[in-house]
Every structure is written in structure tokens, then in C-alpha cells.
Nanobody, 124 residues
Framework: QVQLVESGGGLVQPGGSLRLSCAAS????????MAWFRQAPGKERVFVGG????????EYADSVKGRFTISRDNAKNTMYLQMNSLEPEDTAVYYC?????????????????WGQGTQVTVSS
């Protein structure tokens, strides 16, 4: 079973940038639709965006459109989340998730595999 490990979180000032990575343990990574979710303290886990198996198709939550970009490198078994123009409201634990059925979407119940999460804090 594929294991997912996120990295790249940290503390950044408003307006700054971060790039998160999600590394998968197996070469079957390319078979999965991948997504990023985030969860702020006291709030539910919400969809940030997702990317198709080939990487040709992406979708984003309205709150991050134009600021965040998802990409993947199937040769490296890794997905990325480039976050620009960060706002305090982006503060959360960010999780990557994988859907073996490749359906994707914003419902977290769709995804079978999850990473452990990485903290992103946007503060001056």
C-alpha cells in the first residue's frame, strides 16, 4: 500500500510563499488521483485542490484559485503544492491524499490514503 509523506511546511509572513511536497512510497503513484486538503484548528478538513493521474488536469477551491498551484512528477512519485500570496487564513495543517479509483473531487471520504500532515502558519 502506498504511503504518503508531506514536507515543506513552516512559518511564513503574509504575502510570502511556500512549496509543499508529498512523496509516495511506490511507483504505482501514477495510478492515483492526488489532492491536497487542509484543516485549521477547530474546523473541518477542506479541499484545497487536486490533480489527475497524468497531471494534465487540476482543480482548486475558490479560496486558493490564482494563488496556489498543484503539480506532480510521476517519475519522482511526488506531488507539489506551490502556495503564493499566503494569507493568515491559509494557516492549517495540510494533508495530501490519494484516490485509487482516480475519481477525485472535494469530498474527503473519496480518498483512501492520507499523509500525516504538515503545519503551515502564516503570521507576521
Amino acid at each position: 500500500q502506498v504511503q504518503l509523506v508531506e514536507s515543506g511546511g513552516g512559518l511564513v509572513q503574509p504575502g510570502g510563499s511556500l512549496r509543499l511536497s508529498c512523496a509516495a512510497s511506490e511507483r504505482t503513484f501514477s495510478n492515483y488521483y492526488m489532492a491536497w486538503f487542509r484543516q485549521a484548528p477547530g474546523k473541518e478538513r477542506v479541499f484545497v485542490g487536486g490533480i489527475s493521474r497524468s497531471g494534465r488536469s487540476t482543480e482548486y477551491a475558490d479560496s486558493v484559485k490564482g494563488r496556489f498551484t498543484i503539480s506532480r512528477d510521476n517519475a519522482k512519485n511526488t506531488m507539489y503544492l506551490q502556495m503564493n500570496s499566503l494569507e493568515p487564513e491559509d494557516t492549517a495543517v495540510y494533508y495530501c491524499a490519494a484516490d485509487a479509483r482516480a475519481k477525485g473531487g472535494s469530498n474527503w471520504l473519496t480518498y483512501q490514503l492520507w499523509g500525516q500532515g504538515t503545519q503551515v502558519t502564516v503570521s507576521s
